[in-house]
């Protein structure tokens, strides 16, 4: 049986089997980051120490560094695919993804200034907390650009303007970094990973990501309604502009907390849609849970591969997957090209 004629079977309307399948792929896969990494531990050994057991060294990298590493994986994951589905409907641009609307460079610009400042040298969680920061304030310059009732078309633009904006700071920090040390550390940290992380890192991102979470799963209705034109939409008594705010606030939360714990990783939000959206019917509401599951496990087997391709100098995960998402972004573009004439 061919992938095609898999399609109708998996789609959400005819059988529901593509949620939970997802389901169990992410959960493979989030037992599978438990278990990879340069110590060897076997599966007794993983449930051991999750359950409490006390295997001292076995025990520390699981809970320690392994637990926190996949579930920010989870998390990120999650935001990246939700947020680039619900951009991707109300837009209606099968191209847009959650670095759109300037949140990413953003929370970037101001987890670099923490860096510049030497403020991330003086308490731990000062690179996440200045991430948080910029993002917040990129967010709100987007929403003044944009104006109450600009737009989709505004609301693009608004995002690209506080983007290169937001890049061209960053790229100004770098370029008068006090030592060469201090840019190279910045670099790494721009590339994206989830090296090194703990559960502080966690419990600070958890809450506005799981509120961002919460926040676009609402959209489900006005999306599918967008599919009949935004004039059709108003008439059956969804509030677009409300529906706006509500996307760009959901995507900020989410967004901006993974960017500021784990840097800039992606791609994920472009490509997770794209792939799943044949298999929900091509209904946006449709493709919010389908696409979190998605990009939970696409982040995921990415953070384990960059693991296992480099174990003596891991590669960065925003590395990997840009060099997924740029090929498979250019396909969109010839397949779009081909399309139109």
Not at 198 to 207: K, M, N, Q, R, T
Request: aromatic share 6%; with cysteine.
């Amino acid at each position: 049986m061919t992938a095609l004629s898999l399609a109708p079977a998996l789609r959400l309307g005819s059988g529901g089997l593509l949620l939970p399948l997802l389901a169990l792929l992410v959960l493979l896969a989030f037992a599978a980051s438990l278990l990879v990494g340069p110590a060897a531990i076997g599966l007794p050994e993983l449930l051991q120490s999750l359950a409490g057991g006390d295997l001292e060294t076995t025990a520390l990298i699981v809970r320690e560094v392994r637990l926190p590493r996949a579930l920010l994986a989870l998390l990120i994951g999650v935001t990246l695919g939700l947020s680039g589905a619900a951009l991707q409907g109300f837009l209606r641009n099968p191209l847009a993804e959650p670095g759109l609307i300037g949140v990413s460079a953003s929370a970037s610009l101001g987890a670099v200034l923490a860096f510049y400042s030497g403020l991330a040298g003086a308490f731990a969680l000062a690179l996440p907390l200045g991430g948080l920061t910029g993002a917040c304030i990129g967010v709100l310059l987007v929403q003044a650009l944009a104006g109450r009732g600009g737009s989709s078309l505004t609301l693009i633009l608004a995002g690209i303007a506080v983007t290169s904006f937001a890049g061209a700071l960053t790229s100004l920090a770098l370029n008068l970094a006090p030592n060469p040390f201090a840019a190279l550390e910045i670099m790494f940290w721009l590339m994206g990973s989830l090296a090194d992380r703990s559960f502080e890192h966690v419990w600070l991102a958890a809450p506005f990501i799981v509120a961002g979470w919460l926040i676009l799963l609402t959209l489900g209705r006005p999306l599918d309604a967008l599919t009949l034109g935004e004039d059709a939409a108003q008439t059956l008594g969804f509030d677009l502009r409300q529906a706006r705010r509500r996307l760009v606030l959901g995507t900020a939360l989410g967004v901006g907390a993974a960017t500021s714990v784990a840097g800039a990783i992606g791609f994920v939000g472009l490509i997770v849609p794209h792939v799943l959206r044949p298999l929900v019917g091509h209904r946006p509401g449709a493709l919010l849970p389908a696409s979190a599951l998605g990009g939970a496990l696409l982040t995921l087997s990415a953070d384990i591969a960059v693991r296992l391709l480099s174990p003596d100098r891991e590669l960065k995960l925003g590395v990997l997957t840009a060099l997924v998402g740029a090929p498979f972004f250019l396909w969109l573009v010839l397949r779009h090209r081909r399309q139109l004439l």
